[in-house]
């Protein structure tokens, strides 16, 4: 055999053991990073009084970063806290009136009863016990239309304090709160500009914890169970990854096709599995950052090669 045949022989098996050495580390799946983001969005309307935030600042659940103008809810509420007082007012006299008409009643009902008896004895006549019984007659029906002004004013008095509860709630609304632990992504509005409910104040992201969602086959589905470690790949350099160790945190229950951006192991198929692995981030970890993941590998081993 020529030396030169020998040769091309020899690099042809390296190029095929190499070959084959490479597709034994592929890795199981790729995909890339996402974060547990939410918009925080004003639920009031108004100028935006002030907000206390920079993009990349660590912000903790329930701090307050903000505030929308409330002096409008403020006196709104001053109105109505004045018409409850003068209900107050108006509750003092009804029961005043209840008070004096009571004690009519109570003059009258004695005067009745004198009355029947100078009757009986023949020193009263029909006109004069009758002009008793009609005066005491008015005198009640006189109370009760002053207890039906007072149930009046009590229901009255209860929606007024609806009402301050609610402008209260309102008021509430004007404090921008923070509502989970993490890093401010972006900032939307300024202080003086004007909030609208709905409208976007600022996005925050936990990046403590990121999720890589990757694409699998059916015929890798067997390998994989929710609650299982796996070895999470992301770029170090040109030569080396960066390894975590992750946990699968959700499997699609339903297939789907695949998208155009994701290579599985087997390059491309009709149909794939969306997986979510869950991954403990040291600050390497960026949102979109592609990443691959080995579901075989539990173990990561710092420096591996690609």
């Given at each position: 055999?020529?030396?030169?045949f020998?040769?091309?022989?020899?690099?042809?098996?390296?190029v095929?053991?190499?070959?084959?050495?490479g597709?034994?580390?592929?890795?199981?799946?790729?995909?890339?990073?996402?974060?547990?983001e939410?918009?925080?969005?004003?639920q009031?309307?108004?100028?935006?009084?002030?907000?206390?935030l920079?993009?990349?600042?660590?912000l903790?659940?329930?701090?307050?970063?903000?505030?929308?103008?409330?002096?409008?809810?403020?006196?709104?509420?001053?109105?109505?806290?004045?018409?409850?007082?003068?209900?107050?007012?108006?509750?003092?006299?009804?029961?005043?009136q209840a008070?004096?008409?009571?004690?009519?009643?109570?003059?009258?009902?004695?005067?009745?009863?004198?009355?029947?008896?100078?009757?009986q004895?023949?020193?009263?006549?029909?006109?004069?016990?009758?002009?008793?019984k009609?005066?005491?007659?008015?005198?009640?029906?006189?109370?009760?239309?002053?207890?039906t002004?007072?149930?009046?004013?009590?229901?009255?008095?209860?929606?007024?304090?609806?009402?301050?509860?609610?402008?209260?709630?309102?008021?509430?609304?004007c404090?921008?709160?923070?509502?989970?632990?993490?890093?401010?992504l972006e900032?939307?509005?300024?202080?003086?500009?004007?909030a609208?409910?709905?409208?976007?104040?600022?996005?925050?992201?936990?990046?403590?914890?990121?999720?890589?969602?990757?694409?699998?086959?059916?015929?890798?589905?067997?390998?994989?169970?929710?609650?299982?470690?796996?070895?999470?790949?992301?770029?170090k350099n040109?030569?080396?990854?960066?390894?975590?160790?992750?946990?699968?945190a959700?499997?699609?229950?339903?297939?789907?096709?695949?998208?155009?951006?994701?290579?599985?192991?087997?390059?491309?198929v009709?149909?794939?599995?969306?997986?979510?692995?869950?991954?403990?981030?040291?600050?390497t970890?960026?949102?979109?950052m592609?990443?691959?993941?080995?579901?075989?590998n539990?173990?990561?081993?710092?420096?591996?090669?690609?």
């Amino acid at each position: 055999m020529k030396p030169k045949f020998v040769s091309i022989l020899v690099a042809t098996g390296m190029v095929l053991l190499l070959g084959c050495s490479g597709q034994k580390e592929k890795s199981d799946a790729y995909g890339n990073f996402e974060a547990r983001e939410v918009i925080v969005s004003a639920q009031s309307q108004g100028k935006l009084l002030s907000l206390d935030l920079r993009e990349g600042q660590e912000l903790s659940t329930g701090d307050t970063v903000g505030w929308i103008d409330t002096a409008t809810l403020a006196a709104r509420r001053e109105q109505l806290v004045a018409r409850k007082n003068s209900l107050h007012a108006r509750l003092a006299s009804i029961r005043s009136q209840a008070e004096v008409q009571q004690e009519q009643i109570k003059n009258l009902v004695t005067e009745k009863k004198r009355t029947e008896r100078l009757l009986q004895e023949g020193a009263a006549t029909d006109q004069q016990y009758d002009n008793i019984k009609g005066q005491l007659q008015v005198a009640r029906k006189k109370l009760e239309s002053i207890r039906t002004q007072k149930q009046s004013v009590y229901s009255e008095r209860r929606v007024i304090e609806k009402q301050i509860a609610e402008l209260e709630t309102q008021v509430d609304k004007c404090r921008i709160v923070n509502p989970i632990g993490g890093t401010v992504l972006e900032k939307y509005l300024e202080p003086s500009e004007v909030a609208a409910p709905g409208k976007a104040i600022y996005k925050i992201g936990d990046l403590s914890t990121m999720t890589l969602r990757v694409y699998i086959s059916g015929a890798q589905l067997p390998e994989v169970s929710t609650g299982q470690k796996a070895e999470v790949l992301v770029d170090k350099n040109e030569d080396e990854n960066h390894p975590f160790t992750g946990t699968v945190a959700w499997i699609s229950p339903e297939a789907e096709f695949t998208p155009k951006i994701i290579q599985t192991k087997e390059e491309r198929v009709d149909l794939v599995y969306a997986v979510k692995v869950r991954v403990p981030n040291d600050g390497t970890i960026k949102i979109g950052m592609p990443g691959e993941v080995n579901f075989q590998n539990p173990n990561p081993h710092a420096g591996s090669k690609r």
